[in-house]
C-alpha cells in the first residue's frame, strides 16, 4: 500500500537552512566534493526561498513504504507484467512535464496539471548531495498533496468548481467569467505522477538518495541524457554512454533494491543499432519505462536539430517496457503526431512549456499558431496571466527566488522584447518581491495591451480531451 505524506505533517517540519548557491552546486556537481569542503554563501537574495508567512514546507524524513515486494531481476518476464501494470495504475499518463534543471519544480509542475499535464519530473537532482546534504534535499525538492477541481474553456475563460483536501490545498483568484455550454474540465489530485530524476555515477550513493524519495514518488528516474558540458565534468548523464557497464549496474542496483520501479531517460547514439542495443540493455537491467530524448549528445540546440522520431519508434517497437518521447513538442499538433508517428505511450515536452505552460490544455502562442495549419481562435488569456497564476504557487509552495525569476523571464520573453526597460528593471532588482513581480505584470499588461494565446475552437477538440 503506498504511503502518502500527509500535508499538515509537511508544513510543520521545516528548519531554517543556511543556503546553498548555484556556484557552490555547480562546482559541487563537477568536482563531486564532500559538502565539508566547501563554503555556503547566505547573502544571495535569489538563493531565500521566496517564502511567505504560512507558506510550504520540505519533506519530513520518512522510512521507504511497503509498496510492493521486490522481484528478482532474473524474473524477467514478470519485471515486464509489472512496468506495464504500473504504468495502467498510476493511469497511463501521456502529456509529462519533461525534467529541468531549475526549472520543473513544484510551483510550476502544479501549474503545467492545472493545465493538462498528467504528470511530471522533477529538475535532476545530484545524487551524492541529496543523500549527504539535508538543506539540498529540503531546499531542491519539494512535494505535495491536494485536490483542486477546476473548469475552463478554450478561448481562456476558467474559474474553479471547489476543492478539497488536507492542509491548506492550493487557492485562487479566478477570472470573472460567462457559462459556456462546452468546457475544459481537470482534476488535481496531488503531485502525482511524480518521477523523481538523479544523475549518478555511482550504485550505492545513488540507492541510498533515491531511499530517501521513495516515499513520495512513483518512478526514481536516472539521468543518462544530461549533455551540458557540468555533466561531462561531473562525469553522469549522457557521458556515461561512454561507459554501459557502469549504466548497468546503476539501473541493476535501484531495480533489486527499490519498491518503486525505476526509470530511465536517455539520449540516442548516432547509430541506430548502438540505439536499439543499449535500450535493450536498459530492458533487462530492470527499467521499467524508457524516456527517450530523439537527439544525439552532441545535439544540444533543440531549433538547430530536429528530434529523430524514427529513432524513437523503432526503440518502441524493440523493447517491451513504456516508451516516452522527447523532442519537438511545441503545441499539441504536435502531440498528436508524435504519438501516432513514434507509437510511445506519451510524450515530454520542456523548452515549449516553459514559455507556455497551458500547452497541454491546447493553448498555444503565435508563433506556432500559424506553422499548425489549423484553425485557431484568439482568446481572452495569456502568458501574464500564467505568470500571475505561478506567482501565487510560489506564494503557496516556496521555492528559491532564482527559479522564480528564471521562470517570469521565460513565460514573459515575448512581452519583455516589446518592453526590454521593463525586463531591465527586473533585472536591476536585487530582491524580489511578489508585490513587486505582481504591479510588474500589470505594467507589462498596461504598456502592451495583451499579447493572447490561441486555442482551437472548441468543435475541433470534440474527439476528447485536449482533442486526443
Known amino acids: 500500500m503506498r504511503l502518502w505524506p500527509p500535508l499538515p505533517l509537511l508544513l510543520r517540519r521545516r528548519n531554517r537552512r543556511r543556503l546553498i548557491t548555484p556556484s557552490y552546486f555547480a562546482s559541487y556537481m563537477a568536482a563531486d566534493l564532500p559538502p565539508s569542503g566547501?563554503?555556503?554563501?547566505?547573502?544571495?537574495?535569489?538563493?531565500?526561498?521566496?517564502?511567505?508567512?504560512?507558506?510550504?514546507?520540505?519533506?519530513?524524513e520518512l522510512p521507504s513504504p511497503a509498496l510492493t515486494s521486490i522481484v528478482p531481476l532474473l524474473e524477467s518476464e514478470r519485471r515486464l507484467e509489472r512496468a506495464w501494470e504500473h504504468w495502467r495504475r498510476i493511469g497511463s499518463p501521456r502529456l509529462i512535464v519533461a525534467p529541468m534543471v531549475d526549472n520543473s519544480e513544484l510551483p510550476f509542475r502544479m501549474l503545467c496539471r492545472k493545465y493538462g499535464a498528467e504528470a511530471a519530473y522533477t529538475p535532476m537532482l545530484h545524487s551524492r548531495i541529496f543523500a549527504e546534504n539535508e538543506k539540498y534535499r529540503g531546499m531542491e525538492f519539494t512535494t505535495c498533496k491536494?485536490?483542486?477541481?477546476?473548469?475552463?474553456?478554450?478561448?481562456?475563460?476558467?474559474?474553479?468548481?471547489?476543492?478539497?483536501?488536507?492542509?491548506?490545498?492550493i487557492g485562487?483568484?479566478?477570472?470573472?467569467?460567462?457559462?459556456?455550454?462546452?468546457?475544459?474540465?481537470?482534476?488535481?489530485?496531488?503531485?502525482?505522477?511524480?518521477?523523481?530524476?538523479?544523475?549518478?555515477?555511482?550504485p550505492?550513493?545513488?540507492?541510498?538518495?533515491?531511499?530517501?524519495?521513495?516515499p513520495y514518488c512513483d518512478y526514481v528516474d536516472i539521468n543518462f541524457g544530461c549533455p551540458q558540458r557540468i555533466a561531462k565534468r561531473g562525469n553522469y548523464g549522457a557521458f556515461l554512454m561512454d561507459n554501459l557497464p557502469l549504466i548497468k549496474s546503476l539501473v541493476e542496483k535501484l531495480a533489486n533494491n527499490l519498491h518503486v520501479p525505476v526509470s530511465c531517460k536517455i539520449r540516442i547514439f548516432p547509430d541506430l543499432k548502438d540505439t536499439l542495443a543499449y535500450a535493450k540493455m536498459l530492458e533487462e537491467a530492470g527499467c521499467a519505462l524508457l524516456a527517450v530524448h530523439g537527439r544525439t549528445r552532441d545535439e544540444k540546440d533543440g531549433k538547430k536539430f530536429r528530434a529523430d522520431w524514427d529513432a524513437i519508434r523503432e526503440v518502441r517497437h524493440t523493447v517491451k517496457i513504456p516508451v516516452l518521447a522527447n523532442g519537438n513538442i511545441r503545441h499539441m499538433d504536435d502531440v498528436r503526431s508524435?504519438?501516432?508517428?513514434?507509437?510511445?505511450?506519451?510524450?515530454l515536452s520542456a523548452e515549449s512549456l516553459l514559455e507556455n505552460p497551458a500547452l497541454f490544455a491546447g493553448f498555444c502562442t503565435a508563433e506556432w499558431k500559424d506553422e499548425s495549419g489549423s484553425s485557431y481562435e484568439r482568446c481572452r488569456f495569456d502568458q501574464a496571466d500564467l505568470a500571475d497564476e505561478y506567482l501565487k504557487m510560489c506564494e503557496q509552495y516556496?521555492?528559491?527566488?532564482?527559479?522564480?525569476?528564471?521562470?517570469?523571464h521565460k513565460m514573459l520573453g515575448e512581452w519583455?522584447?516589446?518592453?526590454?526597460?521593463?525586463?531591465?528593471?527586473?533585472?536591476?532588482?536585487?530582491?524580489?518581491?511578489?508585490?513587486?513581480?505582481?504591479?510588474?505584470?500589470?505594467?507589462?499588461?498596461?504598456?502592451?495591451?495583451?499579447?493572447?494565446?490561441?486555442?482551437k475552437a472548441v468543435d475541433d477538440n470534440k474527439n476528447g480531451k485536449n482533442g486526443l
Open 398 to 408: 516556496p521555492v528559491p527566488w532564482r527559479m522564480v525569476r528564471s521562470h517570469v
Open 38 to 60: 566547501s563554503s555556503e554563501p547566505e547573502d544571495e537574495p535569489d538563493e531565500h526561498l521566496c517564502e511567505t508567512e504560512g507558506g510550504g514546507r520540505s519533506l519530513p
Open 416 to 455: 519583455f522584447s516589446i518592453q526590454p526597460q521593463v525586463r531591465e528593471e527586473l533585472n536591476l532588482q536585487s530582491k524580489l518581491t511578489f508585490e513587486w513581480l505582481h504591479e510588474m505584470v500589470d505594467k507589462l499588461r498596461n504598456l502592451n495591451g495583451r499579447i493572447p494565446l490561441y486555442a
Open 338 to 347: 508524435c504519438l501516432m508517428h513514434t507509437e510511445a505511450e506519451g510524450v
Open 204 to 214: 550505492d550513493v545513488l540507492l541510498e538518495a533515491a531511499k530517501k524519495v521513495e
Open 146 to 169: 491536494a485536490n483542486i477541481y477546476f473548469q475552463f474553456n478554450l478561448c481562456g475563460d476558467h474559474e474553479m468548481l471547489g476543492s478539497t483536501g488536507t492542509g491548506t490545498g
Open 172 to 202: 485562487y483568484e479566478m477570472y470573472p467569467v460567462r457559462r459556456y455550454d462546452k468546457i475544459f474540465k481537470t482534476r488535481i489530485r496531488e503531485d502525482r505522477p511524480l518521477f523523481v530524476q538523479f544523475c549518478a555515477n555511482d
